[in-house]
């Protein structure tokens, strides 16, 4: 029995699908994967939302490092594509952003192609946004270094990302407000130009939320930035990385009880990104830092170490013993709690498969004599 199948026997997604392909056609493939494991029963329920967030995301940036094209700042119609400076601009005028991520790759979808030829790419949609708004395009081609790459597929994580074109409506700060999705009706630069101007209106609870996030300072930021992370829609907190890093530094004696669920967020975000890139040892210690961090409660301490263990699995790593230890670290952690024993029939099943696999290989080494 081969580790994917150990993995699938946890109820986590096959990861190692999209990295064992890292062609441009296994996109299609690793979302088929991922919707059959989504109907997985075995522990299903145990931190399935996070779970869920890291099983199409992962997928999409992946196939971006494989291969993404080096862009000016800015172009002759008024686009940005350093995403960075076009946040300082957006703060300093007071604007909002519209955030588009395309594809000039061979493969680009027609729709990519006729937003960017009939909207994006037209002055007369430029001139109509550009009072409250700057313009950031990030664009993916094939010409690109590993360093841009990383830094584009940051942010195909941090705004979820799973196709293209992607077309965002944020703060000044780069929080997000609204995602406008893709609709023929509006292949004009006049009709686009009226759709996003009304769509920059509607988020009031967001808008007032972030401004009370701008003015708040120690816990009480933190608490700000809680009430602005759960009117998110899910999949979105993302973009409040910033600030969520700075929850430990803001909140020293937890005052709020929120350092825990943003330190294990941070390190979320940080093993997601790492798993992308292929290192399968590396996600897994991201959730390992976050649980010897003494920043955590026992019940987080118990789902970072988890998430440690199902990072190795889910990756194919046959260090089986580590798997086995964070899977044990975990329940010890919190041996009451409502997952405890849940996560040791884990670790039985576990240990039948791993026994299994060992005497597996033992008669194939034994028949290669």
Not at 15 to 25: L, Q
Not at 205 to 223: D, F, W
Not at 244 to 258: A, F, H, Q, W, Y
């Amino acid at each position: 029995m081969d580790m994917p199948l150990i993995a699938m026997s946890v109820g986590h997604f096959i990861f190692s699908v999209c990295i064992a392909t890292m062609r441009v056609k296994f996109y299609n493939t690793a979302m088929m994967h991922f919707e059959k494991m989504k109907s997985c029963s075995f522990l299903r329920a145990l931190f399935y939302t996070r779970s869920v967030r890291m099983g199409a995301v992962v997928f999409f940036v992946c196939a971006l490092l494989v291969s993404c094209g080096t862009a000016a700042k800015t172009d002759a119609n008024g686009w940005h594509h350093d995403f960075d400076a076009a946040k300082k601009i957006a703060q300093k005028q007071h604007k909002n952003i519209l955030l588009v991520f395309s594809n000039a790759r061979a493969y680009a979808t027609e729709r990519n192609t006729v937003l960017q030829e009939t909207v994006f790419k037209r002055k007369e949609f430029v001139d109509a946004v550009s009072d409250t708004l700057v313009l950031v395009n990030i664009n993916f081609s094939d010409d690109e270094s590993a360093a841009q790459r990383e830094k584009k597929a940051q942010l195909v994580l941090m705004y979820n990302i799973v196709d293209m074109p992607a077309v965002f409506l944020l703060t000044g700060e780069g929080y997000y407000l609204a995602q406008l999705i893709y609709d023929s009706a509006y292949n004009s630069p006049e009709l686009y130009a009226r759709m996003v101007k009304e769509r920059q209106t509607e988020n009031e609870t967001i808008s007032s939320a972030v401004e009370v996030l701008k003015k708040s300072r120690g816990a009480e930021k933190v608490r700000a930035l809680n009430a602005l992370y759960e009117r998110m829609p899910n999949g979105y907190g993302w973009c409040l990385l910033d600030v969520i890093r700075s929850v430990p530094t803001l909140d020293k004696k937890n005052e709020t009880g929120l350092v825990p669920k943003y330190v294990l967020e941070a390190a979320t975000a940080d093993a997601l990104f790492a798993f992308s890139k292929q290192d399968v040892a590396g996600a897994a210690q991201c959730f390992v830092d976050a649980a010897m961090s003494k920043k955590l409660d026992a019940e987080h301490v118990q789902q970072a170490y988890y998430l440690a263990g199902t990072m190795l699995a889910s990756g194919g790593s046959t260090d089986y013993d580590a798997i086995l230890r964070y899977f044990q670290l975990s329940c010890n952690a919190a041996p009451e709690s409502m997952h405890a024993e849940n996560i040791r029939q884990t670790i039985t099943h576990l240990e039948t498969l791993i026994a299994e696999e060992r005497a597996a290989q033992a008669i194939r080494a034994a028949d290669a004599k």
